[in-house]
């Protein structure tokens, strides 16, 4: 490890402690992750794992939301979870003609928190080491003006951002529709530079093509150019963890 990441991680694990939180459980690798998303600024990258520390422990006090917390969001099957990228990127897929608004915001966020921890989760291999990303596709294809849901795009992002910071390795939009640009706009503002350039709207072929060649064949589904088939969410069974 470069010299000037030992310092700036010894750093923030004294900033943390000033902001009484202990960063005890957690490497270096989900310490890096905090200091990248933050610029490599210890005292920045402090306050926000103290924000994320104190947001898990009151959103998600069991450390996971369970499927039955969130089965009828899970019912519309619209989420799939397939192998691991040709990077080993768990890959997420979002169909979204089959999602609709939610009328509850909270458990709309209680469903993005199960699908971002159990697409994490499935990369792990025993244990987590800290650094693990996924690779999201958003799929457009037949979407309608029914299935837009400006606000729930940008909780997912905002998720992300402050949440999950460097968890997302790449995330491609697939099918988009003439209406559902000026919506994508809107979003894009609430988007930090980071996050934005790891956005791809697949558009033409050759876009098409670094597409299935990033995710790769074996692990891309069939009406996506590649020899999977689409794995729902809930049917994916995460190994056990070690201790």
């Known amino acids: 490890m470069e010299k000037n990441h030992e310092i700036a991680l010894t750093e923030m694990r004294k900033s943390v402690q000033k902001l009484g939180t202990s960063t005890e459980k957690y490497g270096d690798p989900t310490l890096m992750r905090f200091l990248i998303a933050r610029s490599m600024d210890p005292d920045k990258a402090a306050k926000m794992f103290v924000q994320w520390h104190k947001w898990r422990a009151s959103f998600v006090p069991n ?8 089965s009828d969001a899970l019912e519309d099957r ?9 990077d080993g990127y768990p890959v997420m897929i979002v169909k979204a003609s089959k999602h609709f608004p939610s009328k509850d915001h909270l458990q709309f966020k209680k469903f993005v928190v199960h699908l971002l921890d159990k697409t994490i989760a499935s ?41 999950y910071p460097e968890r997302l390795a790449k995330c491609f939009i697939l099918n988009m529709p003439w209406f559902f640009v000026s919506v994508w706009r809107m979003v894009s503002r ?17 876009e098409t093509k670094n597409f299935i060649k990033e995710v790769g064949e074996e692990t891309l589904p069939e009406e996506y150019g590649g020899r999977a088939k689409l794995v729902p969410l809930q049917d994916v069974v995460l190994a056990p963890m070690e201790d």
């Open 63 to 70: 450390g996971f939301i369970s499927d039955s917390e969130v």
């Open 78 to 86: 619209k989420i799939f979870l397939q192998d691991l990228s040709k």
């Open 123 to 163: 990369s792990f291999r025993g244990r987590e080491i800290g650094n693990e990303k996924l690779i999201g596709i958003l799929d457009l294809q037949q979407i309608s003006y029914k299935n837009v849901d400006a606000r729930g795009l940008i909780t997912g992002f905002q998720f992300l951002q402050s949440y």
């Open 190 to 206: 609430f988007l930090e530079k980071a996050t934005a350039e790891k956005i791809v709207i697949v558009s033409n072929e050759d």
